[in-house]
């Protein structure tokens, strides 16, 4: 939301200039000396806190002596600052025209207090610059002043961060991948450097120069030190943000492979303070351990290192995959043991249909999931898209609508759509066509490897239990696809969804209760599939081993795929809807209805009372809420008829006078923050999606976590001075001082051993004199006898 000028005839705002905006101070001596200076009565009734809260000054009104631009991203007062300029004087000028800021006419009782006041607070303030004064002098004198080789040093620093941040922006990897083993470890890092050095960078070429012959330009150390520096400098600009926000969501992505261990993507949601839904991608974390380790680390992750309370953690979801979704439904259900309010909740990113699928711990089920996944990006190979589209016009020459219907379907991301199964069945004829035509390769048009691929494929979807679970799925998931599409919809379809859970599950239990006719006609369906497809109907050949090993009967295939595959895939669906969308995070979700839209459709019958004590520990006066309910529906209900009613919470929380409704305020900001509510933004361009184009753009050898936060998080505004100034505070060993420093103590140490080592000969020359005296005198004496 932007930020408006308090002070009187003065009509700027953040979004029309670059000004900065400043808040009101809390101490409220000095708030009280601003209000009296911008002559709003209206103000002098709040408190300090409300003012700095929701009331800001442009720069404007201040001296630019007392403005002081800290970085090209940061502009803040000095701690003096007053405003004194002000236009009292242009209202005057019509007269009639209403006025929002009016100001107040002074007496000349007023301007006597005003004047005694100021004569007062001058002498506290000048005596407080005084003591501020010797405070810094005597700092100054304390801290001396950068040399001419610390100049350079962090010269030389910006030089190397500003490459740095540019391999992380274009996606460079750090390493080059050469054919040559011997040419294997050549850096893009070095060369870009280097390139900067023969394109005139000074601080660079210094420092090279500088350099002995036989020492290493920039080191592996130094290489991974740069990294973790640019990467938490990235990282702390966001925690900020989330910081101020307070309430926000974990939301974590499928494992990657970094170095052949798992790692888990950790992204945050939150509502920034222009109000503004935001999903960043902050870091990766180990998966070792089992899910009380993970849940132990992920704490540790949030709250040590990122400064970030659990308590204030409203959602969590989880895009797992294949054999890591068992332990992080675990890990889910640890996290809201500890934290009930963290619920756990679908992830607005992937089709309902899909998370449930990928939810069954049944192998069948992960065979069909990951092929689904291995089709995705066999068909992003070049020309094999092309020959799928043959394949489809040769099966369905006959059927030609059907035909160009699926042609369309298989072109726009259908691998995760909630229509997804309907897609594959319908597509598995020319899939296996597509695929045997590729084996064949009969015009060399494809590598050894594709068409080892694609016969693997083929493999897979020739097998007939393969071919009965992805129909079981299909016909199952039908019940809940409407619900997913509309989980995934607008705010009133969230809405409506939570209101139809009911009936979805309603009509689940129905297909469980009479499971055998609804079994028998999937059964069929299977076996007409597979008759068209050439493909035997046959049990598993690893049951049938089993079954022999145990000396059983033989099992007829129809029995056989009701109780492995049918009556799990049935029951793991209706656990997994009821677990993902229990009585609280229902209440939650039927909160919505606090957006106009969702309250003008339901004629403003609303009960968001009923839904409130979800999260009533987060609203500032909850003692107020239905109070504040009422004015709130009061106020849509009868407004103007120009007025159109805000659609979603973004456009909600944007409206001026919603901080008038503090109550309400909190509660949208709490429910933006959902993990299962859609980004506001552009879809295709999601934290997770750009971290996909990151590790796709480059061989996993090639992947690093730190150019990783770089690429994903490039919109994220970063200083290059305070990434020096991090270095220099944590790699102090590296600073020309230190160094310095260091070979002054070596050379006193080495002058001390030396002198020590001179003063023992001296001692060792005395005692041996001595002792040579006490001979001579002992010989004396033994010749006088």
């Not at 002070?7 to 708030?31: G, I, V």
């Not at 080191?219 to 030190?225: C, D, F, G, P, R």
């Not at 004629?603 to 109070?627: C, G």
Request: charged share 30%; proline share 4%.
């Amino acid at each position: 939301m932007p930020n408006f000028c308090a002070a009187p005839n003065c009509t700027r705002k953040s979004t029309q200039s670059d000004l900065a905006f400043f808040r009101f101070p809390r101490d409220p001596e000095r708030c009280r000396i601003w209000v009296e200076n911008c002559r709003r009565a209206d103000l002098e009734a709040k408190t300090s806190d409300q003012l700095n809260k929701h009331y800001r000054l442009c720069a404007k009104h201040f001296d630019p002596a007392m403005v002081c631009k800290t970085s090209p991203y940061r502009t803040v007062l000095k701690d003096t600052a007053i405003p004194t300029i002000f236009d009292l004087t242009s209202h005057l000028k019509n007269p009639h025209t209403r006025h929002r800021k009016r100001i107040k006419e002074l007496t000349e009782e007023d301007l006597r207090k005003i004047k005694e006041r100021r004569l007062a607070s001058i002498e506290q303030l000048a005596s407080k610059k005084d003591g501020a004064v010797e405070d810094s002098s005597s700092t100054n004198e304390d801290e001396p002043q950068l040399s001419t080789e610390e100049k350079e040093f962090r010269d030389h620093l910006r030089s190397l961060f500003e490459v740095v941040v540019m391999l992380g922006k274009q996606s460079i990897p750090i390493v080059a991948c050469k054919v040559s083993e011997a040419k294997h470890m050549s850096s893009n890092l070095q060369a870009l450097v280097d390139y900067r050095m023969n394109a005139g960078d000074e601080a660079l070429r210094k420092r090279f120069q500088a350099t002995a012959v036989n020492t290493e330009y920039l080191s592996a150390t130094q290489q991974s030190q740069l990294l973790d520096v640019c990467e938490n400098t990235v990282r702390e600009e966001m925690l900020m943000e989330v910081r101020e926000s307070r309430f926000f969501s974990l939301v974590t992505g499928d494992l990657v492979d970094f170095a052949n261990e798992k790692h888990l993507p950790l992204f945050l949601r939150y509502v920034n303070q222009q109000n503004v839904l935001r999903e960043e991608f902050l870091d990766f974390m180990s998966f070792d351990g089992d899910e009380n380790a993970l849940v132990e680390r992920l704490e540790a992750q949030l709250t040590d290192r990122w400064g970030l309370s659990m308590e204030e953690c409203r959602g969590q979801a989880h895009k797992a995959t294949g054999t890591s979704t068992t332990k992080m439904k675990a890990v889910a259900v640890l996290l809201m043991q500890k934290y009930p309010l963290a619920l756990h909740m679908p992830c607005s990113h992937m089709a309902l249909n899909i998370h449930l699928a990928n939810s069954l711990p049944f192998p069948n089920v992960q065979v069909v999931m990951e092929t689904l996944r291995r089709v995705k990006v066999f068909l992003s190979t070049p020309f094999a898209q092309e020959e799928l589209e043959k394949a489809i016009a040769t099966h369905y020459q006959k059927n030609e609508e059907k035909g160009n219907t699926l042609k369309l379907a298989c072109g726009s991301e259908w691998t995760e759509k909630h229509s997804v199964f309907d897609v594959l069945l319908d597509m598995l004829p020319p899939l296996l066509l597509c695929m045997d035509s590729i084996r064949d390769n009969n015009d060399g048009t494809f590598s050894d490897a594709v068409t080892a691929d694609a016969y693997s494929i083929t493999e897979t979807l020739s097998d007939f239990e393969i071919i009965v679970t992805i129909i079981i799925l299909k016909n199952v998931l039908t019940f809940t696809r409407a619900f997913g599409r509309n989980l995934q919809g607008e705010t009133l379809d969230v809405f409506f969804a939570a209101n139809s859970l009911t009936a979805v599950l309603h009509s689940l239990n129905e297909v469980n209760d009479n499971i055998d006719v609804y079994h028998e006609f999937w059964y069929e369906e299977a076996v007409s599939v597979a008759n068209v497809m050439e493909i035997p109907v046959n049990v598993p050949r690893l049951f049938l081993r089993k079954q022999r090993a145990a000396d059983a009967g033989e099992v007829h295939a129809e029995v056989y795929f009701k109780e492995y595959v049918t009556v799990p895939v049935i029951h793991g669906v209706m656990q997994e809807v009821e677990d993902m969308f229990s009585e609280t995070n229902l209440k939650a979700l039927k909160c919505l209805s606090l957006v106009p839209a969702v309250m003008g459709q339901m004629k403003f019958n609303t009960t968001e009372e009923n839904y409130a004590e979800v999260y009533r520990t987060d609203l500032p006066s909850p003692d107020t809420l239905p109070a504040e309910l009422h004015c709130w529906r009061i106020k849509w209900k009868h407004r103007g008829k120009e007025v159109r009613l805000p659609t979603t919470i973004h456009e909600t929380l944007q409206l001026p006078d919603v901080k008038f409704f503090p109550n309400v305020n909190s509660f949208l900001k709490v429910l933006s923050a959902l993990p299962a509510l859609k980004l506001e933004d552009n879809k295709s361009d999601t934290a997770s999606d750009r971290l996909q184009v990151y590790l796709d753009s480059m061989s996993s050898k090639q992947w690093n976590k730190s150019l990783a936060m770089l690429n994903v998080n490039t919109h994220v505004k970063h200083d290059l001075d305070v990434m020096v100034d991090k270095y220099c505070r944590l790699y102090p060993e590296d600073d020309p001082e230190a160094e310095a420093e260091s070979e002054e103590v070596a050379e006193a140490e080495s002058e001390e051993v030396a002198v020590a080592e001179a003063e023992a000969v001296a001692e060792a020359k005395e005692v041996a004199e001595v002792e040579a005296k006490s001979d001579e005198v002992a010989e004396e004496d033994a010749a006088m006898k």
